[in-house]
């Protein structure tokens, strides 16, 4: 049973001379902790048998504290929507404003769209209007819609064959106008405008 007390009255063993009961204040203003260190002598005795632990207290550094600090809301994920782009412009939908129509061979009696902007004329199945003529290039000519100037305008893309309107060839390129007959090859088609000069798109997509 302990009988010693220290200084305020806390009973301690005899073999201690600090009070583990009693922190001691740091030069920082802050209580210091109290940590158990065992007690190693050179040349162990019979009191140090008796006694293997002591009490040592060592100051530990005051942690500040932060009042009123303000906590910050973890990141939130959020969902861009990203609008598509039609037709390589960004933003603009491309509207049909004209048709070619075939007038002979196996397009006979068949429309095709053409939009706003480009429209690629060729043998290849990935362009706008797909010509299946073996006198027809890959990439053979543009037509091509301007709603700024309501202009029609058809390019040869450097053909073999060439391109003809009304059985014109163009040097290299024309305006189209209404009824004009275009052929590819041995493929022709009629061309009919949707817009002109007092009929057209206008940015909210109403037709004027």
Same mark, same amino acid.
């Given at each position: ?16 001379? +600090? ?27 019979a009191?140090?048998?008796? *006694? ?14 932060? *009042?009123?600090? &303000?906590?910050?809301?973890? &990141? ?11 037709g ?6 491309r ?17 095709? &769209? ?7 004329l ?16 890959s990439?053979?000519?543009? %037509?091509?819609?301007?709603p ?11 053909s073999t064959n ?7 060839? +163009? *040097? ?20 009919? &405008?949707l817009?002109? *000069?007092?009929?057209?798109w206008?940015?909210?997509?109403? %037709?004027?």
């Open positions: 049973m302990a009988d010693k007390r220290c200084s305020n009255g806390h009973f301690i063993d005899e073999a201690w001379d +600090i009070c583990p009961y009693c922190p001691v204040e740091s030069t920082t203003g802050a209580p210091d902790v109290p940590i158990v260190r065992p007690r190693v002598a050179a040349h162990p005795t009191e140090a048998e008796a *006694e293997p632990f002591r009490l040592v207290t060592t100051t530990m550094p005051a942690v500040p504290k932060r *009042e009123n600090a &303000p906590v910050q809301a973890p &990141p939130m994920e959020r969902t861009v929507a990203v609008q598509k782009i039609e390589g412009l960004a933003g603009a939908k509207y049909v404003v004209a048709w070619l129509v075939g007038i002979n061979g196996a397009t006979r009696g068949e429309s095709y &769209p053409v939009r706003i902007g480009r429209n690629v060729g043998r290849d199945r990935k362009s706008d209007i797909c010509v299946n003529d073996d006198q027809a290039s990439h053979h000519a543009d %037509l091509v819609f301007r700024e100037e309501r202009r029609f305008i058809l390019m040869d893309h450097n060439g391109t003809y309107v009304n059985e014109v060839e +163009i *040097e290299p390129r024309r305006d189209l106008s209404g009824k004009d007959i275009i052929r590819i090859g041995s493929h022709r088609f009629l061309f009919m &405008p817009c002109h *000069e007092g009929f057209y206008d940015d909210e997509g109403v %037709l004027k």
